[in-house]
């Protein structure tokens, strides 16, 4: 037996817990490289790990769990290993594309919001943005820019916009869970149910529509090996964000919006014809 063995292991396990947690986000994955995908799966296998502790972990100290995630975190990344297969592969990927250590306590710091929050003002709202979404888009970036610093700076506020927009469509998609679940809202401006009405989601989509606007040039630049998935992931988002726009509050407070396995594969097929359109240009 080897580390290597382990290793692998654990990107497997991140892969595993990408593809039963979010199809979508599987479905984009897929189109990446191994490397690509092990790499991406590892952020998305960590960042489901904070996300469960704050939003399911319901009978336990939340509190408790999350400080040690982030004690054991900064641990496995010091010591280059750890005994948790998805904490290991993070701390591969990080410490393998240089990702700045400053990203995950943003991340972490904007997961303890969410225990001590149930609703956000506008300045807690971006700051809560910021780190459960732009920060993880930049190490995604990171992972698709590899030591080429100067692409990374050039795409680092699209990355910011996609992270964002992508969040916020998912705000917009579980209004309903939210509300019955976890008891929280994320609409800035609204603090109770009864404030959650058109009005404040027409705002809260033109803010994704602009952020959308931004992102795509970002990924027009991105490497041939990384620009098909993240546009693919970007056209089915639009796609949600148009069904969204549709309906109106009440018709989110009960029920999620989905998007069929057939439109998805037909969005696969036209971003494949677009992203090679891009990259003869």
Request: glycine share 4%; proline share 2%.
């Amino acid at each position: 037996m080897s580390i290597e063995l382990y290793n692998s292991t654990s990107f497997k396990i991140s892969n595993l817990i990408a593809k039963n947690y979010s199809t979508s986000f599987g479905f984009a994955m897929n189109l990446f490289n191994s490397e690509l995908k092990d790499s991406i799966a590892a952020i998305y296998g960590y960042v489901r790990l904070a996300d469960e502790i704050v939003d399911t972990f319901h009978d336990q100290d939340k509190k408790y769990l999350l400080d040690e995630l982030r004690k054991d975190t900064f641990t496995a990344l010091q010591n280059g290993i750890s005994i948790n297969p998805v904490l290991n592969s993070f701390q591969f990927t990080v410490n393998r594309y240089m990702i700045p250590h400053v990203y995950i306590t943003e991340f972490l710091d904007s997961m303890e919001m969410d225990i001590s929050y149930s609703y956000y003002d506008r300045s807690k709202y971006d700051k809560y943005i910021h780190g459960s979404a732009e920060v993880v888009g930049l190490m995604c970036l990171k992972i698709f820019c590899h030591n080429n610093n100067t692409l990374f700076e050039s795409l680092e506020i699209p990355a910011k916009s996609l992270g964002s927009a992508f969040q916020k469509v998912n705000f917009l998609r579980d209004i309903k869970s939210d509300l019955s679940e976890r008891g929280r809202i994320y609409i800035p401006g609204a603090d109770n149910e009864k404030e959650l009405n058109d009005e404040n989601k027409i705002f809260l989509e033109t803010e994704v529509e602009n952020e959308f606007k931004a992102a795509l040039s970002g990924i027009k630049k991105l490497p041939k090996n990384s620009m098909l998935g993240v546009y693919t992931a970007y056209m089915y988002y639009n796609i949600l964000l148009k069904k969204i726009k549709k309906m109106n509050m009440d018709d989110l407070k009960s029920g999620r919006v989905r998007i069929s396995n057939f439109t998805k594969f037909i969005l696969l097929v036209k971003s494949a014809v677009k992203v090679r359109t891009l990259n003869a240009a």
